[in-house]
């Protein structure tokens, strides 16, 4: 679990650091658990697996999180399976605390295999709920599209499928994609 990576701070520092120095993308499952709280990682991190616990129990960091432009990647059903949260009304607080912060949160899966759980039930669910409005959801989805590490533009796929559909051309709108980036 979360809280054996203390032994191992070191090492993985190091190996970050390394990652950091051959352009790779990093990403890290922090902050899902109480137990699983390690500042020293997150100067390391593009995307933070979880971390739900920075909003929840150390929103001082958010600041920090929000200037590093890093994404939590958040897993709602997971937390209430693992235990992790008692009630999905809880997210509440790190969708409102991470908004108010400028942190992007990309919605996820985890295990969708073995919590039989797709995006499309998260969204819903969020949405049921009251956690988050449809505005939100639209940020998250861009969110999850802007910090893809297998995805090279700053837009999602929609944004440049209807500028080819208004027959704008292909290489036209992926510089027009390219060019807000810069």
Known sequence: GDAQYGDRLEEFI?????AHSLGLKTTGHLYETVDGCYPELLPYLMRIGHGI?????????????AAQKQCLEVCPTT??????????????VVFDRC???????????????????????????LLTHNIIGFDQLQA???????????WPHQHHPASMLTRVMNRQPVEEAMQETVSVVS
């Open 99 to 125: 908004f108010e912060a400028g942190v992007d949160i990309a919605i996820c899966t985890d295990n969708a295999g073995l919590h039989n759980v797709r995006l499309p039930f998260e969204y819903e669910n």
């Open 140 to 150: 998250c989805q861009s969110a999850s599209f802007r910090h893809a590490f297998a």
């Open 53 to 65: 616990q920075i909003p929840l129990k150390y929103p001082e960091l958010l600041k920090d999180v």
């Open 79 to 92: 937390y209430l399976k693992t235990g992790t949260l008692d009630d999905i009304h809880q997210l509440k």
């Open 14 to 18: 190091s190996l970050y650091q390394y």
